[in-house]
């Protein structure tokens, strides 16, 4: 059935929570996000409409298991599509990764000491951004903790942030923290080093034009 | 243990620039992003927290490319018909 005239967030709400969840508002849930997930990945030669079909289906679990969590201050129907989205992406990314682990990308297990220090350096690279770079993987090795390492190298390696909740055995909000305290520790550690914001930019600016 | 990259450092050190004291994690930003859009991705336009809220949420999305990638396909899916 075709949703054919808005409905206010109340509405939504009201029909859809636990105790009173009206099927068929459910129903044009589903639909409204699948067309919504298909014009934000139909291009994509990895996603089938099968695929559509399901992540429309986990996306309307995931709303109706957190419609406590909607805050009002958007559209319910735009708030729903944010969950769609990232939940056709965890499944997408995970697809995409398989099954590698930490073990397999070289990283360190988080208990383990830390790492043997050998610097990877590309000779063809101008001086003072190699200067930069040695600085970023002293800091990397010596500065932060093991899982804060291991962390912030999975996530530079692409690993996808669920992958990396699995090995790590924690939640969304820690491991964010763990990236966060990362950062801030390596831009300290590089203004300690007498590496200014501009001096970095500057060396980024020049390998991203190579 | 796997030493980055110089390609790697370059990104890690744009995320480095971009890194804040006060930021938002993904839980926050899946929970804020709807209100970013509908305000035209624009955080000055709106008043009080919700225009702060709304910067942190730009700022996420210049240190985690996961959800910027999910915010532009998030604009693409709520895009009318």
């Known amino acids: ?210 | 243990m796997m030493e980055p990259s110089d390609s790697k450092l370059v990104q890690l050190a744009q995320l480095l620039c971009q890194t804040q004291d006060h930021e938002i994690d993904c839980t926050v930003f899946l929970q804020s992003v709807a209100a970013f859009i509908e305000a035209g991705g624009d955080a000055a336009a709106e008043a009080g927290s919700l225009a702060e809220q709304l910067e942190l949420v730009r700022q996420h999305m210049e240190v985690c490319p996961p959800c910027k990638e999910e915010f532009e396909a998030l604009v693409r899916a709520c895009e009318q018909d």
């Open chain 1, 1 to 210: 059935m075709a949703v054919t005239a808005p409905r206010t967030n109340d509405q939504w709400l009201g029909a859809l929570q636990s105790g009173s969840v009206d099927e068929g508002v459910v129903a044009d849930l589903r639909e409204y996000l699948k067309r919504g997930l298909a014009k934000a990945f139909g291009s994509r030669r990895d996603v089938s409409a099968s695929d559509l079909d399901d992540f429309a289906q986990d996306s309307v679990m995931r709303v109706l298991g957190q419609l406590d969590s909607f805050r009002g201050d958007s559209r319910f129907t735009t708030w729903a599509m944010a969950i769609a989205v990232n939940t056709a992406y965890a499944v997408m990314r995970k697809k995409s990764w398989g099954s590698r682990t930490f073990s397999e990308l070289g990283l360190d297990a988080p208990e383990s000491a830390s790492a043997t220090g050998q610097e990877v350096a590309d000779p063809s690279s101008n001086a003072a951004r190699q200067d930069i770079f040695s600085a970023m993987r002293r800091a990397i090795e010596t500065d932060l903790t093991p899982r804060q390492r291991t962390a912030l190298l999975a996530e530079l390696a692409g690993m996808p942030a669920q992958s990396i909740l699995d090995e790590l055995q924690t939640t969304p909000g820690a491991l964010y923290k763990l990236y966060h305290d990362a950062r801030k520790k390596l831009r300290v550690s590089l203004e300690q080093a007498g590496f200014s914001a501009k001096d970095v930019i500057e060396a980024v600016e020049g390998a991203s034009k190579e």
